[in-house]
Nanobody
Framework: QVQLVESGGGLVQPGQSLRLSCAASGSFSSIYGMGWYRQAPGKQRELVAIKISGRYPDYANSVKGRFTISRDTAKNTVTLQMTSLKPEDTAVYYC?????????WGQGTQVTVSF
């Protein structure tokens, strides 16, 4: 079992930056991957960025060059540094982890980009 707790999020203006953090806890041996998804109102949940062990990070095309994912496997944490935020980045952001083939989700944190 993996519990994910997110922090960060909030209201920012276009062009500004924001950092999301997520910490995993619980009873597990080794988390295979951690990352972030987001869901905007009326839209499906979509992958933002993910870091699988032993692989380079993977990003949605819409955030490449603006967002950076970092993962600390020793601390079981993952962060998402978001820069040059746009109104279309507005969504609930969910921390994600996969361990032994089971998907885990955080409760979500709201990111709103607006003047």
């Amino acid at each position: 079992q993996v519990q994910l707790v997110e922090s960060g999020g909030g209201l920012v203006q276009p062009g500004q930056s924001l950092r999301l953090s997520c910490a995993a806890s619980g009873s597990f041996s080794s988390i295979y991957g951690m990352g972030w998804y987001r869901q905007a109102p009326g839209k499906q949940r979509e992958l933002v960025a993910i870091k699988i062990s032993g692989r380079y990070p993977d990003y949605a095309n819409s955030v490449k060059g603006r967002f950076t994912i970092s993962r600390d496997t020793a601390k079981n944490t993952v962060t998402l540094q978001m820069t040059s935020l746009k109104p279309e980045d507005t969504a609930v952001y969910y921390c994600y982890a996969i361990e032994l083939g089971v998907n885990y989700w955080g409760q979500g944190t709201q990111v709103t980009v607006s003047f």
